[in-house]
């Protein structure tokens, strides 16, 4: 490879990555803004959740019409268009007088930033080799876990010099500056700029499109990782993005500054697990890290029903542990990659991404009305030990699910 292709290949996903940087932002920024929100709506748990869940919803929802758009129209514009419409969502957000205008401000946001991930995953396979491929899952995870780390501890402290509102409108100048420059510096693939691709690509048509989508819908093996990633990314998204500072400042009588920096961890955590990702697979095989790391994730989710005993300090290691133990499901969008087939990977990897966020979604609305049938304000620990019962039991299908998935592996391979 030449230099000049490497300073290309840096630069574009150097784009794309800032992108994923914001997406991870967004979607975790709820939680340390959740008593302004209460504050200025008078919004109940159930409210919150919904407001926090509605993103994961859209997402969720969108990854497989996302997959298409970026099979069909490239990265470049699907990440650039997304970013615009995060701004926009962004500044009605921060301008909402009302909880109705808070959710399409919410709604609009998840709406751009739905196809950024795959987007991403998809010049990481065009401008990278397969063997690089995991490893740089790994790096992509790091850098939208480092906007997961920024959206908490950091932005309670901007939120509480500048207010809510004017850091979600900070949020929108920026996120349609990264769209601009999505726009001029990515490249969709090497052959577009002068270079040999690095395997075969072409471009598909409407119709190969969807009879692609079709094809990858029919094949069962598609839904084990959809069914690992539902399960396995409700439980710690219900907490960074939407509960984890609450159930802090409520069951240790923390500051929410305090209790941002202490959720804060589970992005660290994650992070130091990804940059770890590539090595750690190859060492052992990816199903041996999945089952390893989900395992001692579900037994960390069931120590949660003891959180109300512990001293402040146990929180912020036990945010770290789990965000370390959650990546257990990066090998996910590989093995959809993988099953889909080359010429329909982003459809694959994005039907396994719409799984995991449909599941995120799910666990914090279920995880709200818990909170608000028990009363939450009124008997916290009670109502904060039934709702984090519901993450260790989706911990507990999560580890089933691989756990089948590798069997049925098993067996194709037999055949």
Do not use: V
């Given at each position: 490879m030449t230099e000049?292709?490497?300073?290309?290949r840096s630069i574009t996903v150097a784009?794309?990555?800032s992108a994923y940087f914001f997406v991870f932002f967004v979607r975790t920024a709820l939680t340390v803004v959740q008593p302004d929100l209460q504050s200025s709506f008078?919004?109940?748990?159930?409210?919150f959740?919904?407001?926090?869940?509605?993103?994961?919803?859209t997402y969720a929802l969108m990854q497989v019409p996302a997959g298409v758009l970026i099979d069909y129209w490239g990265p470049r514009k699907s990440i650039s268009l997304a970013m615009i419409l995060a701004s926009v969502g962004s500044w009605i957000f921060a301008s909402a007088p009302s909880f109705l205008v808070l959710l399409w401000g919410r709604f609009i946001s998840a709406l751009g930033v739905s196809p950024v991930y795959i987007a991403v995953l998809k010049l990481n396979s065009s401008w990278f080799l397969p063997v690089e491929?995991?490893?740089?899952?790994g790096i992509t995870t790091f850098i939208g876990n480092l906007g997961a780390l920024v959206s908490s501890g950091p932005l309670a402290v901007l939120v509480s010099k500048v207010g809510w509102r004017n850091s979600f409108y900070a949020v929108g100048v920026i996120t349609a500056i990264i769209s601009v420059a999505a726009f001029f510096l990515i490249k969709d693939k090497p052959s577009l700029v002068g270079f040999e691709d690095l395997k075969e690509e072409t471009q598909l048509t409407w119709k190969e499109t969807l009879e692609g989508l079709k094809k990858v819908l029919r094949n069962r093996q598609i839904w084990f990782p959809t069914l690992i990633y539902?399960?396995?990314l409700a439980p710690i998204m219900t907490l960074q993005a939407a509960w984890g500072v609450p159930m802090v400042q409520n069951l240790a009588h923390a500051?929410?500054?305090?209790?941002s920096y202490s959720v804060m961890l589970i992005a660290i955590g994650f992070m130091t697990a990804a940059l770890l990702s590539g090595l750690l697979t190859a060492r052992m095989g990816e199903f041996k890290f999945a089952k390893i790391f989900l395992g001692m994730n579900m037994i960390l989710m069931f120590s949660l029903l003891t959180a109300s005993m512990w001293p402040?300090?146990?929180?912020?290691?036990?945010?770290?542990?789990?965000?370390?133990?959650?990546a257990g499901y990066m090998p996910v969008w590989n093995w959809g990659k993988e099953i889909a087939g080359t010429k329909f990977s982003g459809i694959g990897m994005a039907l396994v991404n719409g799984g995991g966020f449909l599941g995120a979604a799910f666990g914090q609305l279920f995880y709200g009305v818990v909170l608000d049938l028990l009363a939450w304000e009124q008997q916290p620990v009670l109502a904060f030990n039934m709702s984090n019962l519901l993450l260790a039991l989706s911990s507990v299908l999560a580890f089933m699910s691989l756990v089948l998935f590798e069997s049925a592996q098993r067996s194709k391979r037999r055949l």
């Open positions: 000049s292709f490497k300073r290309t784009a794309g990555l008078g919004l109940t748990a159930s409210q959740s919904l407001l926090a869940s509605l993103y994961f919803y491929f995991i490893a740089l899952t539902f399960f396995s500051g929410k500054i305090s209790a402040f300090w146990c929180y912020p290691l036990w945010f770290f542990l789990s965000g370390f133990t959650s």
